[in-house]
């Protein structure tokens, strides 16, 4: 059965840091992996996809890798600012259907 | 073109009472999913939609809950008689394909007295 850790479950940073947070998983048979953003209050928001075929994806100031050997993915934040502060997920899909398992999220906050 | 609309936004409603959520997914998305976020609490999967294929209605707390959707189309989400613990943001997200980037849609936070 897969499963996904998220750790740590919050983090707090000064603003201007590089970070990353991270996303473990236990079967590494996985189709995709996706990383989203949930602000306080509001829906998620997709940030990234990664198909299994591939080793990392970027937008901007994100960048997420997965090594499925290792069953990890890690989504890097640069140059922080505080409009990153939000709650981080991860989501993996086993194979082409619409099952998805979801970590529980990392809580991040990015101080001024 | 919009994203995923939802409405109402929140919604209020005394115990034992049947509400409706409805969900307006991305022109174009097939698949279209219904999940549940209890205060503090991860995304609880209710029921997914797939074009005209039946839908899998496996995340489904209770009989009391249903979903329909009409083709590609609109979605809605029926509590009937309502209890405190159905209380909750409930979330609905659409994909163009099964396993392709999820949209979400603002959620629709339902508060159960």
């Known amino acids: 059965k897969q499963e996904v850790t998220q750790i740590p479950a919050a983090l707090s940073v000064p603003e201007g840091e590089n970070l990353v947070l991270n996303c473990s998983f236990t079967d590494s048979a996985i189709y995709n992996l996706q990383w989203f953003r949930q602000d306080p209050g509001k829906g998620l928001t997709s940030l990234l996809l990664i198909q299994s075929s591939q080793r990392e994806q970027t937008s901007g100031r994100l960048n997420a890798s997965l090594d499925k050997s290792s069953g990890r993915s890690t989504l890097y934040i640069a140059a922080s600012q505080p409009g990153d502060s939000a709650t981080y997920l991860c989501?993996?899909?086993?194979?082409?259907?619409?099952?998805?398992?979801w970590g529980a999220g990392t809580k991040l906050i990015i101080k001024p | 073109g919009a994203g995923v609309s939802q409405s109402p936004s929140n919604k209020v409603t005394e115990k034992g009472k049947d509400v409706e959520l409805r969900c307006d997914p991305i022109?174009?998305?097939?698949?279209l999913y219904w999940y549940r976020q209890r205060l503090g609490q991860g995304l609880e999967f209710l029921i997914y939609?797939?074009?005209?294929?039946?839908?899998?209605k496996s995340g489904l707390p209770s009989d009391r809950f249903s979903a329909e959707r009409t083709g590609e189309s609109v979605s809605t989400l029926t509590i009937q008689r309502t209890q405190q613990e159905d209380s909750a943001v409930y979330l609905c997200a659409s994909s163009f394909t099964d396993a392709g980037t999820l949209y979400f849609g603002p959620g629709t936070r339902l508060l159960v007295l």
């Open positions: 022109s174009g998305h097939t698949a």
């Open positions: 989501a993996v899909r086993r194979d082409s259907n619409y099952q998805l398992i």
């Open positions: 939609f797939q074009g005209n294929s039946a839908p899998d």
